[in-house]
């Protein structure tokens, strides 16, 4: 079992800046086994259905996607040492503002499976971002 467990999450005007960080725990954990993928749901698209957008991700060996519409603004990043992965997100929007998830994937993700929700095994509970105009 993998517990995860988001943070960074907060308010801010657009052009500015956040980093969320991914932190990964469980007694049979092997976190340089796993990709880590972060994904984002709008205010309002909270219900059953609506699927999560998925934003970045980053393979166990370093490998990194981008959705289009964060390239260039996000980057993923992770530090094995500490079970952790980082999102530093630059130039921030409104249309950014959203609940973050971090979620975790066993197996290689690819350039169609990384933004896929049902790849991912475990999930964390979510950290808000809101960013003003």
């Known amino acids: 079992e993998v517990q995860l467990v988001e943070s960074g999450g907060g308010s801010v005007q657009a052009g500015g800046s956040l980093r969320l960080a991914c932190v990964a725990s469980?007694?049979?954990?092997?976190?340089?086994?796993?990709?880590i993928g972060w994904f984002r749901q709008a205010p309002g698209m909270q219900a059953p259905g609506k699927e999560r957008?998925?934003?970045?991700?980053?393979?166990?060996?370093?490998?990194?996607y981008y959705a289009d519409t964060v390239r260039g603004r996000f980057t993923i990043s992770r530090d094995d040492a500490k079970n952790t992965v980082y999102l530093q997100m630059n130039s921030l929007e409104p249309e950014d503002t959203a609940v973050y998830y971090c979620a975790a994937d066993s197996i290689v993700p690819d350039d169609r499976s990384w933004s896929v929700e049902n790849e991912y095994d475990y999930w964390g509970q979510g950290t808000e971002v809101t960013v003003s105009s």
């Open positions: 957008e998925g934003i970045a991700c980053i393979s166990s060996s370093g490998t990194t």
């Open positions: 469980g007694r049979t954990l092997l976190f340089d086994d796993y990709a």
